[in-house]
């Protein structure tokens, strides 16, 4: 089975404070991605990687950077968080596309609070 | 770029019955394809149903199926006997066969099945 897991399930950080949510996903996927799931929302997709090094914008990457050094380690960075980024951050994991058997695998979530 | 809209931010159903979740979509293109995700309470998201839009045969899983109106870019989400367990948020997501393997999501419905 696919698994994908994320650093913390809960974290409380100040404004301000440089906030890095960690990745993992251990099937060899090239595609990785970051959404931000608020009620009423659904997920957005901050950003995406299609292979190590490689990153693309989705919808609300403004606050947030990312890092892929390697293939199964996505890391997301606030640099200086803020209020409005309490959310629940989910991290998410797929094959590369073909043919739309491309299944986006979930990792269990990030719920950070900004105080 | 394309939306998403789910109309009903709440439902339930009686265990045993039969419930309908609606989902809306708005596209200018003619391939792509359509997702119902399924995230129980404090649990990973997993995919419960997908339909590529080429293919006119409505998708069916076991006790989950679509009702797939290319034409109304509608695609519903039929949960048949329902069960406790199916007790969940629902999100719809749609990926352009253009825009690699990023995802649209709705806004989510939430399912609660009574005993």
């Known amino acids: 089975d696919v698994k994908v897991t994320q650093s913390s399930r809960y974290l409380v950080k100040r404004t301000g404070e440089k906030v890095f949510l960690e990745c993992v996903q251990d099937m060899d996927h090239e595609n990785m991605f970051w959404y931000r799931q608020d009620p009423g929302l659904g997920l957005r997709l901050i950003y995406f990687s299609y292979d190590v090094k490689m990153k693309e914008k989705g919808d609300i990457p403004e606050g947030y950077s990312v890092s892929r050094e390697k293939k199964e380690r996505f890391s997301l960075i606030l640099e200086s968080a803020s209020t409005n980024q309490t959310s629940m951050y989910l991290c998410?994991?797929?094959?590369?596309?073909?043919?739309?058997?491309?299944?986006?695998?979930f990792g269990p979530g990030t719920r950070l609070l900004v105080l | 770029a394309q939306t998403v809209t789910q109309s009903q931010p709440e439902m339930s159903v009686q265990e045993a019955e039969t419930v309908t979740l609606s989902c809306t979509y708005d596209t200018s293109e003619n391939n792509y394809y359509l997702f119902w995700y399924k995230q129980p309470p404090s649990r990973q998201m997993i995919l419960v149903i997908r339909q590529e839009a080429y293919k006119q045969q409505n998708a069916t899983e076991n006790r989950f199926s679509v009702n797939f109106q290319k034409a109304a870019k509608s695609f519903s989400l039929k949960i048949s006997d329902s069960q406790l367990g199916d007790t969940a948020m629902y999100f719809c997501a749609f990926r352009s066969n253009n825009a690699g393997n990023m995802l649209t999501f709705g806004g989510g419905t939430r399912l609660m099945v009574k005993p």
């Open positions: 998410a994991s797929s094959v590369a596309p073909l043919a739309g058997q491309e299944t986006q695998y």
